[in-house]
């Protein structure tokens, strides 16, 4: 089973952009589809962005197309989250899972990441 460590977080203006890390060990990565998901204060953990692992198609959440762009590097074992544009309600911890596990029930959350916008 993976692990996941997530990296990259911060205190950022309206605006601005961060670029957060997931770097996981164990195998087999390059199989696995990989998420990032956020949980607001007091709110559920919500999907933002997946990527496949073959061809590494994307989906990402309404509320963040065409500001956040997934990457990934199956060399490194690492997927990235470029995040631009962020917006105040994007304020959150980020964390990264194996999408198939959290789209089961499954999936459990490691130390995530956090974002705080605000100016």
């Known amino acids: 089973q993976l692990q996941f460590v997530e990296s990259g977080g911060g205190l950022v203006q309206p605006g601005g952009s961060l670029r957060l890390s997931c770097a996981a060990s164990?195998?087999?990565?390059?199989?696995?589809?990989i998420g990032w998901y956020r949980q607001a204060p007091g709110k559920e953990h919500e999907e933002v962005s997946c990527i496949s692992s073959t061809f590494g198609s994307t989906s990402y959440a309404d509320s963040v197309k065409g500001r956040f762009t997934i990457t990934r590097d199956n060399a490194k074992n690492t997927v990235f989250l470029q995040m631009n544009s962020l917006k105040p309600g994007g304020t959150a911890g980020y964390y990264c899972?194996?999408?198939?596990?959290?789209?089961?029930?499954?999936?459990?959350w490691g130390q995530g990441t956090q974002v705080t916008v605000s100016s």
């Open positions: 899972a194996d999408g198939d596990l959290v789209a089961a029930g499954f999936g459990s």
């Open positions: 164990g195998l087999p990565f390059d199989s696995i589809v």
